[in-house]
């Protein structure tokens, strides 16, 4: 079946300008994630849906940056007034709810994102 | 203490030779345990997933889960150059901490 699928795969924009990048996770999964890579370093954790609970928003680095899902599905993470140091790699991941255990996660291809 | 730990390498070894990752972990990330793979420029891949003490074996890979000393490892036999990459450890708890944590990774090299 099809796997998680992000958009824009790149994106290149200027400084103080907004960007939204897109997550579609795999169908039935009730958990979404949020990460960022920059470059040679380890994945930073962002936000973190599960079903219709409040989102985990405790990684957001700074009130420039959000995040909703829609009908438990989609979702899109948007960085207001971009800075060179949101430089990075975006990940989005989903996973299936299980009874008594964390599920496991699926990432999608990432979105690389490059500020000027 | 950070919720999942590991050594960020880089862990060297020949080709042929059997790799070793290792992983610690506190009290919040006690039921769920994976390993992903990540190749330079690429998403990380599942590799293995342990929920039970004791080990868990697939191909040429084998995880360790050993509860009382609250660490995971993972044993890659007949390390082969294609198997450089960064390993990723990630935990998780139980119905009060549902959210999957992520060590740094260990980047490992096999050498021909």
């Known amino acids: 079946g099809a796997g998680v699928s992000q958009s824009p795969s790149n994106k290149v924009t200027e400084k103080g300008k907004d960007v939204e990048l897109r997550c579609d996770p795999i169908s039935g999964h009730t958990a979404l994630y949020w990460y960022r890579q920059s470059l040679g370093q380890g994945l930073e954790f962002l936000i973190y849906f599960q079903g219709n609970s409040a989102p985990d928003k405790s990684g957001l680095p700074s009130d420039r940056f959000s995040a909703e899902r829609t009908g438990g599905s989609v979702s899109t993470l948007t960085i207001q007034r971009t800075q060179q140091e949101d430089s990075a790699v975006y990940l989005c991941?989903?996973?299936?709810?299980?009874?008594?255990?964390?599920?496991?996660?699926?990432f999608g291809p990432g979105t690389r994102l490059l500020v000027l | 203490q950070k919720e999942v730990e590991q050594n960020s390498g880089p862990l060297s070894v020949p080709e042929g030779a059997i790799a070793s990752l290792n992983c610690t972990y506190s009290?919040?990330?006690?039921?769920?345990f994976f390993w992903y793979r990540q190749y330079s420029g690429k998403s990380p891949e599942l590799i293995m997933s342990i929920y039970s003490n004791g080990d868990k074996e697939d191909g040429r890979f084998t995880a360790q889960l050993n509860k009382a000393s609250q660490y995971v490892s993972l044993l890659i036999r007949d390390s082969q150059p294609s198997d450089s990459a960064t390993y990723l450890c990630a935990g998780g708890g139980n119905t009060g901490f549902q959210k999957l944590v992520f060590g740094t990774g260990t980047r490992l090299l096999v050498s021909p």
């Open positions: 991941a989903s996973s299936p709810r299980e009874a008594r255990r964390v599920g496991t996660q699926y």
């Open positions: 009290d919040r990330v006690s039921q769920s």
